[in-house]
């Protein structure tokens, strides 16, 4: 099992998250973030850092967004690993 990024994150792409990850399992897509679920180990340390709220384990996705584990393990594989803070590409207005 492993967590995952969600569609809130969509668009958005804060890193608060990435840098408290233990692991480096985040990766950068053009447009959101990405955990491998191979390398991810379960902490929860990126969940209270997402101000968007799009960070679930697996088990606990939201239905509508189900797709973001088969998502996250695809675009993990081709994606480069982002272990710094960035700028995000919005402020939420969430």
Not at 42 to 48: F, I, N, R
Not at 57 to 71: D, G, I, Y
Request: aromatic letters at 8%; charged letters at 25%; proline letters at 10%.
């Amino acid at each position: 099992m492993a967590f995952v990024v969600t569609e809130p994150c969509f668009d958005c792409k804060y890193t608060d998250c990435v840098v408290v990850c233990p692991c480096d399992c985040f990766h950068e897509g053009e447009r959101m973030l990405f955990i491998d679920p191979a390398h991810c180990i379960d902490c929860e340390a990126c969940v209270p850092e997402c101000p968007v709220e799009a960070i679930f384990h697996e088990s606990n996705v939201p239905e509508e967004w189900k797709e973001f584990v088969a998502l996250n393990e695809e675009m993990a594989s081709v994606s480069p690993s982002i272990t710094e803070r960035k700028q995000p590409l919005a402020t939420p207005n969430r």
